[in-house]
């Protein structure tokens, strides 16, 4: 990514608006989040990109995710607008590619066709994962809600998963990921040997000026994903961070 430095981040010279940093969170408290995040294993795995909780932006966190968001929302600063975070986990297998899509109210999409979209999208990569990186590019909603302007991307952006490396970008931008064309051979087992058994995990981070309609974006109650949730240690530890 060709960048230049502001405050911290580096900031895209190509699209308006995207910025990276790295060691975005604690040290401790970023090896406590890998661990939980480890320890869903395969829960809800085929849904996990459509499994998405709501973080109200005073609440007191109730999870290592939102325990971790309020640390982001410190380098952020997503403004006045912002009124709560939708946040979900991504695991991704080897090889595999998440189409390009728009963050999106997928219940207003699916019954309108339109488009209501975040303030900011964005996501902390949890490992180390070069072979699919992140894609995003210069390409917004058009107003009718099914083109795309410009018609043919004219800049992109490559962002490579490292671990605690975070990346911040307006929420109307288009985006997926994309593995390498050896990494999709290797999963395709187009090209022999066995694809590697770690998935490709971040926690994606949603900073919105209203909430999402229902059925997504439930509240955190522990049921999904247990091992995500603070124990008193981990209330503890963080204080000390």
């Known amino acids: 990514m060709q960048t230049r430095h502001t405050g911290g981040w580096l900031e895209s010279n190509r699209i308006r608006g995207i910025r990276l940093r790295e060691d975005a969170l604690p040290g401790p408290l970023f090896e406590r989040l890998v661990r939980a995040v480890r320890s869903t294993g395969s829960e809800r795995l085929k849904g996990t990109y459509t499994t998405t909780f709501w973080f109200p932006r005073e609440a007191k966190p109730t999870n290592l995710a939102e325990e971790s968001i309020v640390r982001l929302l410190q380098?952020?600063?997503?403004?006045?607008?912002?009124?709560?975070?939708?946040?979900?986990?991504?695991?991704?297998?080897?090889?595999?590619?998440?189409?390009?899509?728009?963050?999106?109210?997928?219940?207003?999409?699916?019954?309108?066709?339109?488009?209501?979209?975040?303030?900011?999208?964005?996501?902390?990569?949890?490992?180390?994962?070069?072979?699919?990186?992140?894609?995003?590019?210069?390409?917004?909603?058009?107003?009718?809600?099914?083109?795309?302007?410009?018609?043919?991307?004219?800049?992109?952006?490559?962002?490579?998963?490292?671990?605690?490396?975070?990346?911040?970008?307006?929420?109307?931008?288009?985006?997926?990921?994309?593995?390498?064309?050896d990494a999709a051979a290797r999963a395709g087992n187009d090209a022999g040997g066995e694809a590697p058994a770690e998935l490709r995990l971040s926690l994606l981070v949603n900073f919105w000026q209203r909430r999402p309609s229902p059925p997504v974006c439930l509240d955190y109650d522990g049921t999904i994903y247990p091992s995500l949730r603070l124990q008193t240690n981990d209330a503890v530890s963080t204080a000390r961070e």
């Open 75 to 181: 380098l952020v600063e997503p403004g006045s607008e912002c009124i709560g975070i939708e946040w979900w986990l991504g695991r991704l297998r080897y090889g595999k590619k998440l189409g390009f899509h728009f963050d999106k109210d997928l219940t207003v999409r699916k019954e309108t066709r339109q488009y209501i979209h975040p303030l900011l999208s964005s996501a902390l990569y949890l490992n180390a994962f070069p072979s699919s990186p992140m894609i995003i590019l210069d390409q917004v909603p058009g107003p009718d809600g099914e083109s795309r302007v410009p018609e043919e991307p004219q800049h992109s952006e490559a962002i490579e998963p490292f671990p605690n490396r975070y990346v911040v970008f307006p929420g109307n931008l288009r985006h997926g990921v994309v593995p390498t064309a």
